[in-house]
Nanobody
Framework: QVQLVESGGGSVQTGGSLRLSCAVSGDTGRSYCMGWFRQSPGKEREAVARIYAGTTTLYSDSVKGRFTVSQDNAKNTLYLQMNSLKPEDSAMYYC?????????????????WGQGTQVTVSS
């Protein structure tokens, strides 16, 4: 079992920044993938950023160059630094864990989820 707890969401204006955190606990094993997803009302949950093998990162085209995913193994925490935020970035953001090193974009491929944290960007 793996438990995930997100924090750091909030409301910012266009161009602002936020850093999301995801505290990870439980038995993660040695090979895994972690990701940040987001979901807006009426839309499917989409992958924003993923990380595996500790340092290999993947981003959706919509956030590439603006968002950075990282993990601190000493603190058992996953981060998402979000810069140059846009109104279309507004969504509920979820942290997710997959018990394998392969890191797909499909939400259904992930085994554990946090409760989500809301990000709202106003124009």
């Amino acid at each position: 079992q793996v438990q995930l707890v997100e924090s750091g969401g909030g409301s910012v204006q266009t161009g602002g920044s936020l850093r999301l955190s995801c505290a990870v606990s439980g038995d993660t094993g040695r090979s895994y993938c972690m990701g940040w997803f987001r979901q807006s009302p009426g839309k499917e949950r989409e992958a924003v950023a993923r990380i595996y093998a500790g340092t290999t990162t993947l981003y959706s085209d919509s956030v590439k160059g603006r968002f950075t995913v990282s993990q601190d193994n000493a603190k058992n925490t996953l981060y998402l630094q979000m810069n140059s935020l846009k109104p279309e970035d507004s969504a509920m953001y979820y942290c997710a864990f997959r018990s394998a090193s392969y890191c797909p974009t499909f939400a259904r491929s992930f085994d554990y989820w946090g409760q989500g944290t809301q990000v709202t960007v106003s124009s």
